[in-house]
């Protein structure tokens, strides 16, 4: 049998989750609309039909979430805050029920010897602030860094990580560009704006953590899908030239200050007007971590064609290509030299068969947590400072445009009865947690 592989002494292993896509309780103690509250009442918008109103009941059950977490001898959990339940309106009034809510989360985990790591923006903006021209309005960025100092002010003496944005990319180009999110809008243009005020909404709010928490780390949280050209044609390379530069290079690139990349900006014809004096400075204020999401790579092809992908997929039919989070973390790291990196999302949505007594044995997952795990491992080997590594995610939940038909969680949630229920993956991953090493046969 291979020998386990060994992780790191401190490595972090932990588990995420985010606030729309668990909590529920969406019209509870002074919680504001948000834009997906919204998004889900359009007809066709969410697969299933559903929507976030009870989700995985955390809200009410975070006592029982975060003994999960303990049982399954995890040492970190990400989350997200939601600022509807902070400043409903946006900007202005602070709701302290919110607030309270997300301190008892965090004193829970606390208390439970697992660290909190908080994102401040997992795609639930206040509807208010779209019914004001949402991420495309620049004022938005300043209720973003608002809100920001609202939370941090209350918890940053407990929270020692703090991510600004989850995947500003998706709440860009999926929300303004392909409508595929919420807010639904399908606008280029637009997506430009949204884009670039996400990133300042992000540069702004660094120096406010730094200064209210200066003992915790500030960072953002990013996807990266490495793209090949389908063909070795001059058209194929300079399309996946482009998609790159969208994809994988649109927000990393000005957050170290290089600005934007100047082939995708010219190809897909942005003016940048956007851009005010100081923007660029102020998104590449230092960040003390990146959070890299990784799940999939990406074939391109210059007519748009869809690629013929070659290897097996998961049920979001997304390429199952490990190696590419040690290439993602290796190019990152040649190219920016972040201090530290963490995997803050790796997962796959399968399709679970649980049993009678809803016990999933989904060696499938295994396998695919495995493998990612491993190449996280030989990207550390080779000299990238990874520290640790989030599972996406901790329960079965809300996705998005999919509703609850796609399952990602290591824990089965039984929608029904609400009952949560460790998959082998969750009980395999737990070992590996609790004895810092890899190995298919924990
Ligand atoms: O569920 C999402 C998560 O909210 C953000 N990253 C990708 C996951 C899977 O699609």
Redesign the pocket.
């Known amino acids: 049998m291979p020998q386990p592989t060994q992780f790191p002494q401190n490595f972090l292993w932990g588990s995420?989750t985010?606030s729309f896509?668990i909590e529920g309780a969406t019209n509870e103690d002074g919680r504001g609309e948000s834009i997906w509250d919204r998004f889900c009442q359009r007809p066709g918008a969410i697969a299933d039909n559903t929507n976030g109103t009870v989700a995985c009941d955390h809200y009410h059950r975070y006592k029982e979430d975060v003994q999960m977490l303990s049982t399954l001898g995890l040492q970190a959990y990400r989350f997200s805050i939601a600022w509807p339940r902070i400043i409903p309106s946006g900007r202005g009034a602070v709701n302290e029920k919110g607030l309270d809510f997300y301190e008892r989360l965090v004193d829970e985990l606390l208390n439970a010897g697992i660290a909190p790591y908080a994102t401040l923006y997992?795609?639930d903006l206040p509807q208010i602030l779209e019914d004001n021209n949402g991420w495309v309005n620049r004022d938005t960025a300043y209720a973003f860094a608002d809100y920001a100092q609202t939370v941090v002010a209350r918890l940053g003496d407990r929270v020692k990580s703090w991510a600004t944005l989850?995947?500003p990319y998706?709440s860009a180009s999926l929300g303004y560009r392909t409508g595929e999110h919420a807010p639904g809008r399908k606008s280029l243009t637009d997506s430009f704006a949204a884009a670039h005020h996400l990133l300042l909404a992000h540069g702004l709010t660094i120096p406010i953590i730094k200064e209210l928490a200066p003992q915790s780390d500030a960072g953002i949280v990013l996807?990266f899908t490495p793209c090949f050209p389908e063909k070795d044609t001059p058209q194929d390379k300079h399309a996946n030239a482009i998609q790159d530069g969208w994809d994988n290079r649109w927000y990393v690139e000005p957050i170290v200050g290089m600005g934007y990349p100047a082939d995708t900006v010219e190809a897909l014809g942005w003016n940048q007007q956007e851009i005010l004096q100081d923007d660029l400075n102020t998104i590449s204020a230092p960040i003390d971590f990146l959070g890299v999401?990784y799940?999939t790579r990406s074939l391109v092809t210059a007519d748009n064609r869809p690629a013929a992908a070659p290897l097996p997929k998961t049920a979001?039919d997304w390429e199952i290509y490990p190696q590419g989070i040690n290439e993602t973390l290796t190019r990152l790291h040649n190219n920016h030299n972040f201090k530290q990196y963490f995997i803050t999302?790796n997962?796959a949505?399968l399709n679970d068969m649980p049993d009678q007594k809803d016990f999933v044995d989904d060696q499938n997952r295994i396998d695919y947590l495995h493998d990612h795990i491993k190449q996280v491992h030989a990207a550390i080997e080779s000299g990238v400072p990874v520290k640790g590594y989030f599972a996406?995610?901790l329960f079965d939940?809300?996705?998005?445009a999919?509703g609850y038909e796609?399952r990602?969680g290591i824990v089965r949630v039984n929608y029904e009865t609400q009952q949560r229920t460790p998959k082998a993956s969750a009980l395999w991953f737990s070992q590996v947690a609790k004895s810092n090493q890899v190995s298919r046969d924990l």
Do not use: D, I
């Open positions: 995420a985010s896509q997992h795609w989850n995947e998706v996807n999401n799940y979001m999302e997962g949505a996406w995610s939940n809300f996705e998005w999919f796609k990602f």
